[in-house]
């Protein structure tokens, strides 16, 4: 049987094993792959996923599905650990064209996945972006900076940092609401 | 801290608070705003949904062989938190859910454990936060005149609200850690109508024993958190 996020984590909160087991086989791919995204180590992000899998195992009996999916928090677990992992060996990122670039050239292979089509057209809408305002996103929102930080590797004043990034962010809503109508 | 921000300046800390990226004083001021003005809580619902949906774009990579069988080592040899470690948070989230989300009397009231836990984690994600912690502000006379948040984040921080606006003057802030280290931090003037405090903190929050207000060197509002 297929059971659903919502129950395996329910199980996970009652610290049944099987139900962590099909979470972490469920999971795996997308907390390793957000990880390895964001630190660019296969080692660091197999320390991260790992960390992840045990945080959400001890939070499990927190979580409500009434506030969203399983997956974005699981996601985001994933990432600030990713970012602590960064700051704790005092790397920066250099290169968010580079993740910029896995993003949007990645496709998904399959369709019938929840959501399938939300993740197509914000990824359009992303591509659509001026490099200029999707960076500062991509600094913000995978690697953690501040818009102060942001200006500084951007090489740019802290008011135009700030309005690139709620500029690029408005045109993503936006998108994102058209596909939800 | 204590002055408030009106919605423009709230709006230009929102993406920063829906990526988890403010700082922390910023971030207080900004969720003190929140706390009070259902349409900036639209705009950071709508926001934080692009960043969750950001998230997932991220593209799907199997670990090495072994990763599963070493996860579940690690996840067997560590029970999850049972009932008191849970009360402990349905308890710091019921004060969250009164003093941060505005909700009074009434709702304190009426929820049960479930919604009290969902509003914690709510709070927790608004911040994308590490960890939030809460104990009761004591007067001299044992009454408690507010709630002590302590957040660990980066930069992890502690935040009060009082019931009302203490006796007005300068109160120095002490922080106490279990290990007896004595901290001083951002002083803080009572005025009329003043009926929040904060300030950023260089330890984690679990070494927090003690939270001063002293005047004239004498404490005259305590939390303990031990």
Known sequence: ?181 | MTEGLDCAEARELIPELAAGVAAGDERARALGHLSGCPECRRELAGTAEVVDELLLLAPEHEPSAGFERAVLARLTAVAPRRHRRRARLLWAASIVAVAGLAAGAVWWGTTDDRELASSYRHTLEVAHGHGLSAAPLLSAGGAETGTVFAYQGSPSWVYVTFRSAPPQGHYDVRLLTTDGRRLALRPFTSTPGGTAWGSTIQVPIQQIQRIEFLKSNVPALTASFG
Do not use: C
């Open chain 1, 1 to 181: 049987m297929n059971l659903s996020d919502d129950s395996l984590l329910a199980g996970m909160a009652l610290g049944d094993a099987d139900a962590a087991t099909a979470f972490v086989r469920r999971y795996q791919p997308r907390v390793y792959g957000l990880a390895l995204a964001i630190v660019g180590s296969t080692a660091v992000a197999e320390e991260v996923a790992q960390e992840a899998f045990l945080r959400i195992w001890r939070n499990a009996a927190a979580y409500d599905a009434r506030r969203g999916q399983v997956a974005t928090w699981v996601l985001t677990i994933t990432r600030n650990l990713s970012i602590d992992a960064l700051r704790l060996r005092g790397e920066q990122p250099i290169a968010p064209d580079v993740l910029m670039g896995t993003l949007l050239s990645h496709e998904e292979d399959e369709s019938g996945r929840p959501h399938y089509e939300d993740r197509e057209q914000l990824r359009s809408a992303l591509r659509a972006l001026p490099p200029e305002q999707g960076r500062p996103i991509v600094l913000s929102v995978f690697y953690g900076l501040t818009a102060k930080e942001t200006a500084e590797v951007e090489g740019i004043p802290l008011g135009t940092a700030k309005t690139r990034i709620r500029r690029g962010i408005a045109k993503l809503r936006e998108a994102l609401e058209v596909s939800g109508d």
